[in-house]
């Protein structure tokens, strides 16, 4: 079975531009999270998705970034405009009842 | 609110030599345990979790965790270390066991040596 897949794997983008993350969950698993790891930081919590409602995004921060979870499966995580500061990785999870949480292999994001 | 902390920020043991990495969390209900592992540009592996029951759990890669409620702690072994363990380990705690967001501690870094 596919674990959580994330692309891009890595992306360099000039501030001020636009970038996009997307996720694909594993089959079945109807939380779906985005979190952030700063360097040498554990993650933390941007949004939280149950099948398609946001209901955790109190993280987010709403003047730049935006989420969506169409149809209950993929998510897309945008930042717009990016700063300097948005650099890092940023992780999408998947989780089920009594499993517990799998992890993408993260998006590394470079604002320069 | 919940919190972990990971006392050491680094770690350096020899290969085949045991290992200890400590975790401490502070939640006031019942806390739902993890630790996953991170290789350099990877994401994060679930090594085990503790969700309730026998308070000395098994995970994958030989590592093993002991859920102590009155240190309020939950501390990742390895009797032997193999070079390919070398990498950053989490601890995380949860509300439940499935649809909750963790929260982790700040890792600690694994390095081996021969």
């Known amino acids: 079975e596919a674990g959580v897949v994330q692309s891009p794997r890595y992306k360099i983008i000039e501030k001020k531009q636009p970038v996009a993350f997307w996720c694909n969950p594993i089959s079945g698993h109807n939380t779906l999270y985005w979190y952030r790891q700063n360097l040498g930081q554990g993650p933390e919590l941007l949004i939280r998705y149950e099948n398609e409602e946001a209901v955790d995004d109190s993280q987010l921060p709403k003047d730049r970034f935006s989420a969506e979870r169409l149809k209950g499966v993929d998510s897309t995580l945008k930042i717009q405009p990016a700063e300097l500061g948005d650099s890092a990785v940023y992780l999408c999870?998947?989780?089920?009842?009594?499993?517990?949480?799998?992890f993408g292999q993260g998006t590394r994001l470079t604002v320069v | 609110a919940q919190s972990v902390t990971q006392p050491d920020i680094h770690i350096t043991v020899s290969e085949g030599a045991s290992l200890e990495l400590r975790c401490n969390y502070s939640?006031?209900?019942?806390?739902?345990l993890f630790w996953y592992v991170q290789s350099p540009g990877q994401g994060l592996q679930l090594l085990l979790k503790y969700f309730s029951g026998d308070t000395l759990v098994q995970g994958i890669k030989g590592f093993e965790a002991e859920f102590k409620r009155s240190q309020s702690s939950f501390n990742l072994r390895k009797p032997s270390v193999h070079w390919s363990d070398a990498a950053e380990y989490f601890c995380?705690?949860?509300?439940?066991?499935?649809?909750?967001?963790?929260?982790f501690g700040k890792g600690t870094r694994l390095s081996v040596i021969a």
């Open positions: 999870a998947s989780s089920l009842e009594g499993v517990g949480a799998f």
């Open positions: 939640y006031g209900a019942t806390p739902y």
């Open positions: 995380a705690v949860g509300r439940n066991s499935g649809n909750t967001p963790l929260v």
